[in-house]
């Protein structure tokens, strides 16, 4: 065998290894993840490791994302609590943050929640802007909720609040856009790619389940 095809095998069987070391390789502040100045979680619940994504169902970015971030999600270890937040920043996304919060309520959030982005952004049988109360109702009815439930939801001061909630999360944590993953209510998750943010929101899990802390 000469000496240009050994190098095509070595490379070969290496390829596989520094793809494994790049998917293990340790998080680095200011380059995957930023450190977040007042951190705390969305909703503590004692034992979990929490990791939340900030998401629009009008954001074309999280309309992609959905399936790949579900079928993570989904592999997620018990002590580990995955949490969708709505942004609230105004106008149209807080209409749509309104009717996530009001499909939570009325108990089809599970059923309807991937169904919206294909509404908004595959079948655009939903508006991007100025959506309609009684377009959203009409939407969920689909799903066996009674328009006039629906809309009493979504006008309700208990949606409105988890609004606000979620408002307040996205200001303190500082999102720069959507979606954003964030672990633990300490780490802003960055990466190039989705691939990338998957890998160092596992990489986080990772380090928040071997002690945490805020180490670099």
């Known amino acids: 065998m000469t000496l240009f095809p050994r190098l095509i095998l070595l490379l070969c069987a290496l390829l596989p290894l520094a793809a494994c070391a790049a998917s293990n390789a340790t998080p680095v502040e200011g380059q995957d993840y930023e450190l977040i100045g ?3 979680p969305f909703a503590p619940l004692a034992g979990k490791i929490e990791v939340v994504e900030v998401f629009g169902y009008t954001c074309p970015h999280c309309a992609h994302f959905e399936p790949q971030l579900e079928a993570w999600a989904a592999k997620l270890p018990a002590d580990v609590r995955f949490t969708p937040v709505p942004g609230a920043f105004g106008g149209y996304w807080d209409a749509y943050a309104r009717a996530f919060y009001a499909a939570e309520q009325v108990g089809v959030l599970k059923r309807s929640h991937a169904d919206v982005f294909k509404a908004l952004h595959e079948q655009r049988s939903l508006p991007v802007q100025n959506v309609s109360p ?11 909720v009674q328009p006039d439930r629906f809309i009493e939801a979504l006008r309700s001061e ?9 408002r307040t999360f996205a200001q303190r944590v500082r999102v720069p856009g959507t979606p954003a993953l964030i672990v633990n209510g300490k ?17 986080l899990i990772a380090r928040e389940r071997a002690g945490g802390g805020r180490a670099r």
């Open 38 to 40: 007042q951190p705390g």
């Open 134 to 144: 009684s377009e959203l109702a009409n939407f969920y009815a689909s799903y066996g």
């Open 158 to 166: 208990a949606v409105e609040q988890k609004v606000r909630n979620a």
């Open 187 to 203: 780490y802003l998750v960055r990466g190039a790619t989705f691939d990338d943010q998957l890998r160092i929101a596992s990489a």
